[in-house]
Each structure stands twice: as structure tokens, then as C-alpha cells.
């Protein structure tokens, strides 16, 4: 057995899920360095909700932090999320700009893209991955991981083997709500191993107390890599905690290698860094505490506080109860999605919805009518005929991949912001984010006509959180 490998959270993921993704680029900076000498597999550094952080609340631009970080890291591969054909919005964009972003991602410093699809749609990840190939990048494509009686480990396999047939150099197990249990991880860690010959790796959260203990088992049954963040920003709604995993695995045949001193340098950074988060208010207690009702429910922690808020606003807080029995039968009425983002709100409004209208799906969702339309791809089961047409009357279901009616997009975004383009890749925000993009960028050229104004006088560089 080959010494397993870590990835590394705290740049993306951990602060993603502790501080709702602001950590800024200055945060991060001083200790690279210190970072690239561990020894990682990979740093998990940019993508998913980074992105949209960074235009949004930071007043920072995405790629100039990869390209920050990619000049102070030399020796360690980054990471990027990918969410298939959403690339890191919300919506499905046209196959050109699912290319181009692929490109300049990789043209700006990124080694591995991890790409997945909410729905375990094939489909929707097949350009990513036929452009990550083409610009020399490493693919890792990304399984959701659920809970329902058509997810088993037979299915989970047939999904990985078909990924690998498409051209994944490696396959990741995404458990984004920490609903995967020690025992579980091993027979499906261990199937997977069976079943493909790329390496596997594990991703989980430790919501639900259980991270740690299935990443070991993870391991035991021959997991590849596993995700982990530096102990300061680890646990809660974040990854288990890198420093302990190593010494749990320190001696043994499964030894990553690691050295805990080095390690040490790292978490004595980010201390002082989650003390000013949780003064500041970004670091809420309430999620560094072990929620157990993922488990009950199934349901993951941002999707639970959405339905109290929903119901809450609703005046029915008292029908939170009614709403956790009605997700289920729900899901299951829409084909068994996975419960991750956008399929857990759209599942979620719409069992708030059956409940506080006291019929159920007398009040429907566009978003819930577009899930069954077949608007986000193919659902794990089909959905019946007959709920097909209660819920969208005569339209007629999509059973192409959504993208496939998509115009190619980037020519007529290049021309609606020429007066702003500083850089090639402003297409892209653009592309993603318009009208955030687009005050990002009067801020960017108002920031520069003042620093010009000011000979770059330091003092007037100020981030807004």
C-alpha cells in the first residue's frame, strides 16, 4: 500500500464552509511558502464559492488570487471545484465558455479540476473534462454522494466506471452533507478499488461528527487522498483536521509521510486568523457544533437552516417537523436527486411549500418545475408520467443533455463589456456573474484612477467584508 496522500481544504472549502468564503487573498499570502514545503498532494485553492466571494463581498479579483498564489506556490499542484456545466454559477452555460473558462484556469495556474454535477449527470460533465484533457489538465471527476434505495454501492461503481471511461485521471467520493459513515466509506472505498483503476479520493465534512473516523476507514480500504483542513480551521462544517490524521497514520503502512512540526507552522498561522473570524462575527459558533440531524433527516446542515428560515418568515415555525417528513417524499417524487446545491433548495421550497399551502404541490416552485422538466439534466430515477404532467402540465419534458440548445455565448459577452475588459479573463466573470461582475468592475476602474491619483499611497487599499 502506497502512503496515502492529503489535500488540503483550508484555502477553499474550509473557509467556504466556516466563513461563508472570506478569507481574503491577503490572509492567505505570508504562508504559502511554509505551505508548499509539506509535502500535499494537492491545495484545494480556488472554484466553488471563492469566485463569487471574491467579486461579491471582497472586492477582489479571482484570478489575480490564482495567480498570487500560483507565483509564491512552486512545488505543490493546485485544485479548483467545478460544477460541470454551471462551471461556479448557477446556471448551465453554453459549451464555449465552459471551454475557455477550463483554459484560463489551467493558463493561470491550475493542476487539478475536480468536476461534478448535482445530479451524477454524466452529461453535464462531459465537456469540462474533454476540455481539462485538452489543455493538459488532470481531471478528477466528482461522485455526489446521497442517501435513497436507488444509491447503492453497485450504483455508485457503474457511475465511477462510466467517469473513467470519459476520461477521469482520478475519482473523488463528494460527501458534501457528511451523511458517510465509517463502515459505508470502507465497502464503497473498497468497491470503487475493485472497479476502477484510477486513484480514489475522499471528500467529507464533519457536520455530523463522523469525518474523521470515516476518512480512516476510507483509507484502510484504499483511498488514494483525503480531504483535510489545518486543525484552526477544521471540524464543524469543515474537513477533519490534517494534524491528527497524520499522526493517526504515522507509523503505519499507510503513513502519508508528513511532517507534524512542519504542519504545526501552518496551524500557528491560521489560529490567530479564526480568533479575528469569530470576533468579527464571520465565524459563527453554531457551526463548529456537531449536527445530528443530518443524519436523522438526511438533510444537509445549509439546507436544514434554509427550511427554518423559509418557515420562519412563513410565521409556521412550529411545521418544521411536517417539512422534514415531506423532503422525503418529495425527493422521491422528483427521482431521488442528491441534496446539494441548486437540487437541496429546489426540494426543500418545495416541501415548505406543500406544507404551509396544506396541499401538497398546489403551489409549485419555477425552479422545482424546471427540475422535473429535465431544465438541470437526468434524474437518478425517472420520473413517473404521471407526476410529469402534474407538475408541467403539456410542456414537454427535455430528455437531451440542457446544454446541447445553448448558442455559443462568449462572442456577444466580449462585446458587452469592451468598455471594461482589463484582461482576457473578464469575459468569464462577466460570463458568470454579470451584474455583480459588472460593479466589480467600476469598483476595479474607480480603485485604479484613485491609486493613480494617490502614487499608490497603501493606506487607500482597502477590502470591504
Known sequence: MAKVKITETVLRDSHQSLIATRM?????????????????HSLEAWGGATFDACIRFLNEDPWDRLRKIRDKVKNTKLQMLFRGQNILGYRHYADDVVRYFVQKSIANGIDIIRIFDALNDARNLRCAIEATKKEGGHVQAAMSYTISPVHSNEAFTAYAKELEEMGADSICIKDMAGLLTPYKAYDLVKALKETVSVPVQLHTHYTTGLASMTALKAVEAGAD??????SPMAMGTSQPPTEPMVAALQGTEYDTGLDLNQLNKIAQYFTPLREKYLKSGLLDPKVLKVDVRGLLYQVPGGMLSNLVSQLKQAGKSDKLDEVLAEV?????DAGYPPLVTPTSQIVGTQAV??????ERYKMVSKEFRGLVRGEYGKTPVKITEEFTKQIIGDEKPIDYRPADKIEPELDRLRGEILPYMEQDEDVLTYALFDRVALKFFEYRKAKKYSLDGDRGD???KVHTV
Do not use: F, W
Open 24 to 40: 481574503t487573498t491577503d490572509d492567505m499570502l505570508p504562508i504559502l511558502e511554509e505551505m508548499d514545503k509539506v509535502g500535499y
Open 225 to 230: 487522498v483525503i480531504d483535510c483542513a489545518i
Open 328 to 332: 422525503p417524499r418529495v425527493r422521491k
Open 353 to 358: 411549500l406543500n406544507v404551509i399551502s396544506g
Open 458 to 460: 497603501p493606506e487607500k
